[in-house]
């Protein structure tokens, strides 16, 4: 569609239609501003996108949300479908020595029987020490390995954290800040009932359907959403930007422009305008891909919403099985199980075909699920994503830019930009809302 049929020039331009890029559009068109919302993708959402299942939209990736998520809470209490929000309690688990385990409160926690008494217990106090942790850049000069042992011991590293490190993170575990795995721990320990339960929230007809919620109230509100429109450059003239190229060859000029891409993306649209050591610090954050086996079946796995997987022999870090949250009257009856792994995009997992994938996991889970068939299956899809986990290495703060880049107009969010929280529509909203109200002003 060509631009000048549009506007001839808009307030901001944004690339990219996920909850950051959704989020920072919705608080401008709010205040009146214009704005242009530039989306590669067919639809908008990003990793919370969705696809069909019978007549029901399921997510791509799993998601859900804590029941003290406040910032999206918030939006959609502003969008009045506050009544679309199923809060319920959850049953999480772990599969260990070719045993499950459920460890959805602090008694299943007691009867965990894979440790001795003695560091079940300090696992347990392990979370309450880590919620009076008040000032998190204490955490930063360590990683998640040396302080896990030191709250937990080596005995409950072993059997617990080092496997879900391993696991998610693979040859970069050793990595990972210890201020991201205090995070998790305070975030899932706050979400937890009065009985000890974990109560998650999710979003009647998928988050795919929030995303266009949003989307609607952006249009409704002046905003202009182009899908299916790939940004290749930021445009600047005498240091400004002066707005967005697109693939064809078009321009959709603005006085401000927002990235909502992931930072090598961002890099790459910025290539020609900023200097090298802004994008050489663009590159330098890392992230990990994720590959994502949703599958259909006609009967369930378990009762387990959330099973953590600490075998080292099986493929995947977790086996998510969604409609034990979501019922699966939802999705005609079927039974959703989705089978998640990050990883680097060279990982022979991620260069698999759909149905080499496919064929390489249900051998595992039959393992796992000795009375699970193929017959079962009643359709198989499998997902990728390039940049799904940003790497939150120790001084990570010193290492993660801000919002503003070397051209004053131009400015970033993304998930990588959330810490020390971790990636999550809650903060992608939050944060992007906090930009908008900025560039409200500009």
Same mark, same amino acid.
């Given at each position: ?21 959704? #989020? ?8 009146? &501003? ?17 696809? $069909?299942? !019978? ?26 479908? &506050? ?22 409160? @602090? ?6 029987? #894979? ?24 955490? !930063?000069?360590?990683?998640? &390995? ?36 205090? $995070? ?15 109560v998650l929230a999710y979003y009647k007809g998928g988050f795919a359907a ?93 009762d387990t919403y959330w099973l953590n997987v600490n075998d080292p022999g ?13 019922? @699966? ?14 990883? @680097? ?20 889970? $039959?393992?796992?699920? @000795? ?58 909203? &939050? ?12």
């Amino acid at each position: 569609m060509p631009v000048n049929s549009i506007a001839s020039k808009f307030h901001t331009v944004i690339v990219g239609g996920g909850f950051a890029g959704l #989020a920072v559009a919705y608080e401008l068109t709010l205040a009146g &501003k214009s704005v242009a919302l530039v989306e590669a993708d067919s639809e908008v959402g990003g990793l919370a996108g969705g696809f $069909k299942v !019978e007549d029901e939209t399921l997510e791509k990736f799993y998601h859900h949300w804590f029941n003290n998520d406040v910032a999206i809470m918030e939006i959609i209490e502003e969008l009045g479908v &506050k009544d679309n929000v199923l809060l319920r309690p959850t049953r999480t688990g772990m599969y260990y020595a070719n045993q499950f385990f459920r460890l959805s409160t @602090p008694l299943d926690l007691l009867r965990f029987s #894979a440790l001795p008494m003695v560091d079940r217990i300090r696992l347990g106090l392990a979370v309450l020490r880590a919620r009076r942790v008040k000032d998190w850049k204490k955490l !930063e000069g360590l990683t998640a &390995k040396e302080w896990l042992i030191k709250l937990c011991g080596q005995r409950a590293y072993d059997v617990v954290w080092d496997p879900l490190l391993v696991g998610k993170f693979g040859t970069v575990a050793d990595d990972v800040s210890a201020v991201w795995f205090w $995070k998790k721990l305070v975030l899932r320990g706050g979400s937890r009932s009065s009985s000890g339960d974990e109560v998650l929230a999710y979003y009647k007809g998928g988050f795919a359907a929030l995303a266009e919620r949003l989307a609607e109230a952006i249009r409704n509100q002046g905003g202009t959403i182009l899908l299916s429109s790939t940004a290749s450059s930021v445009a600047a003239e005498n240091g400004l930007a002066t707005g967005i190229l697109l693939a064809n060859g078009e321009i959709i000029e603005a006085d401000n422009v927002v990235l909502s891409t992931a930072f090598p993306i961002s890099a790459n649209l910025l290539q020609q305008v900023a200097p090298s050591e802004f994008l050489d610090r663009l590159r330098r954050i890392r992230y990990l891909a994720n590959v994502c086996l949703v599958l259909s079946l006609d009967r369930s796995l378990s009762d387990t919403y959330w099973l953590n997987v600490n075998d080292p022999g099986f493929p995947y870090v977790g086996v998510i099985e969604h409609t034990n949250f979501e019922p @699966p009257s939802s999705y005609g009856g079927r039974h959703i199980v989705y089978l998640s792994k990050y990883l @680097p995009t060279d990982h022979q997992m991620y260069q698999m075909s759909d149905q080499e994938l496919i064929d390489f996991s249900l051998p595992h889970l $039959k393992k796992m699920f @000795p009375d699970f068939e193929k017959s079962w299956i009643l359709d198989a899809h499998v997902w990728k994503a390039e940049f799904a986990q940003p790497i939150a290495e120790r001084h990570y703060s010193t290492l993660v830019p801000g919002n503003s880049t070397p051209l004053p107009n131009v400015f970033l969010t993304s998930m990588a930009q959330v810490y020390p929280e971790d990636r999550g529509t809650n903060y992608a909203v &939050k944060e992007g809302r906090k930009l908008g109200r900025i560039l409200s002003h500009a």
